[in-house]
T-cell receptor
Framework: DAKTTQPNSMESNEEEPVHLPCNHSTISGTDYIHWYRQLPSQGPEYVIHGLTSNVNNRMASLAIAEDRKSSTLILHRATLRDAAVYYCILRDEMNYGGSQGNLIFGKGTKLSVKP | KAGVTQTPRYLIKTRGQQVTLSCSPISGHRSVSWYQQTPGQGLQFLFEYFSETQRNKGNFPGRFSGRQFSNSRSEMNVSTLELGDSALYLC????????????FGPGTRLTVL
């Protein structure tokens, strides 16, 4: 399985942008990059996903490096509610079946937001 | 639409007992996956069902089993409980076979004494 590397923790100030990095040097051509987050005492929630191009939605932006070996989740204005563990996950969407078709969570990055 | 619901939310059992957890996916979703979350191992995939068929299984012993009903509701069962089975058990549903986006429930907190 392709692996991801994320910092264990990051801190941010409220209302400032946050850039959460993820390295995935062994990514394959058919791996999609997914981001999920888990707020305290809740199940994970989907944030965003992408393949090659940068992606934006109402929650965040995903910036993908040209060689796809790294990506960055961008929260444009952090709020206290954004304090959570953020997971960067690779999933082979083209070869669905077997263990490749499921979300494999790493340790994630614990984001703290200071008021 | 109502989200993914899991029952019960909390459960206390003793070693050797068995337990059944229930998951109701979002209406219209046909895929249900189960995950175990512990402080030491993090989130680990247990198994996934699509249209009543188990499609994938994680690396867990045979004591862990599941099934899916025709209405897409799913149950997982753990027999002969061990202390190490204490965990948060999460269910996720998806509308597509390719699981591009999974919706997670709040989980069932199982404590084994």
């Amino acid at each position: 399985d392709a692996k991801t590397t994320q910092p264990n923790s990051m801190e941010s100030n409220e209302e400032e942008p946050v850039h959460l990095p993820c390295n995935h040097s062994t990514i394959s051509g058919t791996d999609y990059i997914h981001w999920y987050r888990q707020l305290p005492s809740q199940g994970p929630e989907y944030v965003i996903h992408g393949l090659t191009s940068n992606v934006n939605n109402r929650m965040a932006s995903l910036a993908i490096a040209e060689d796809r070996k790294s990506s960055t989740l961008i929260l444009h204005r952090a709020t206290l509610r954004d304090a959570a563990v953020y997971y960067c996950i690779l999933r082979d969407e083209m070869n669905y079946g077997g263990s490749q078709g499921n979300l494999i969570f790493g340790k994630g990055t614990k984001l703290s937001v200071k008021p | 639409k109502a989200g993914v619901t899991q029952t019960p939310r909390y459960l206390i059992k003793t070693r050797g007992q068995q337990v059944t957890l229930s998951c109701s996916p979002i209406s219209g979703h046909r895929s249900v996956s189960w995950y175990q979350q512990t402080p030491g191992q993090g989130l680990q995939f247990l198994f996934e069902y699509f249209s009543e068929t188990q499609r994938n299984k994680g690396n867990f012993p045979g004591r862990f089993s599941g099934r899916q009903f025709s209405n897409s509701r799913s149950e997982m069962n753990v027999s002969t409980l061990e202390l190490g089975d204490s965990a948060l058990y999460l269910c996720a549903s998806s509308s597509t076979r390719r699981l591009l986006r999974q919706f997670f429930g709040p989980g069932t907190r199982l404590t084994v004494l």
